[in-house]
């Protein structure tokens, strides 16, 4: 019924009718888009949407992974198509089906950076936009024993050797600008690890 309310809204304002649909909005490899109805506290009816990441519902976890190596840490000069840019970033994915989170944190360090790691440290959960996606990622601390040719089939130009002095001045300065990066970085930090 509020579908068939907020359609007729929606065409009175010339706007597409399919703003209104409930349910999947999208379903595919990587992601399902919802748009859920839902009652606000104040006693409205609207709808809101989530964003699931398929590995999260069939049993994987995505993967964040903070590399060091000879006391200096590794970002990859990456480009993203979200937001049109390169940015500087730390090895990271959405997972897999059944693959658990700290298998997907090596997995991805040999994916983008063919390297092989010697430690890792849990560093916890992480959810980067509670407003918008279900999603949650397992954030690693890691400490490589080999390092590869940086994955250029994966918008990965080039890479960045740098020390937790630089580290601070590039979040500081907003030359990283990405949360997942940002995140890895404080638990580290927070924890001691980053000394």
Known sequence: A????????????????????????????????????????????????R?????????????????????????????????????????????????????????EVNEE???EIAELIDLGIYHSNTGLEGNKAKLFYANLKSIGKPAQAEGIESYRWVLLSELEEMIATAQITDGFTIAAYTRAKLRGILV
């Open 2 to 49: 509020w579908r068939d309310i907020k359609r007729r809204e929606l065409s009175e304002k010339n706007l597409p009718p399919e703003w209104a649909d409930i349910g999947v909005i999208l379903n595919d490899r990587y992601i399902l888009v919802l748009r859920d109805l839902v009652e606000f506290p104040d006693g409205r009816k609207g709808s809101y949407f």
């Open 113 to 115: 950076t063919q390297g």
């Open 51 to 107: 964003v699931l990441n398929q590995a999260d519902l069939r049993g994987g976890q995505g993967a964040v992974v903070l590399p060091a190596m000879n006391g200096k840490y590794l970002l990859l000069r990456q480009y993203r198509h979200p937001t049109r840019s390169w940015s500087y970033e730390i090895p990271r994915g959405f997972g897999e089906p059944g693959v658990p989170a700290e298998q997907q944190a090596e997995n």
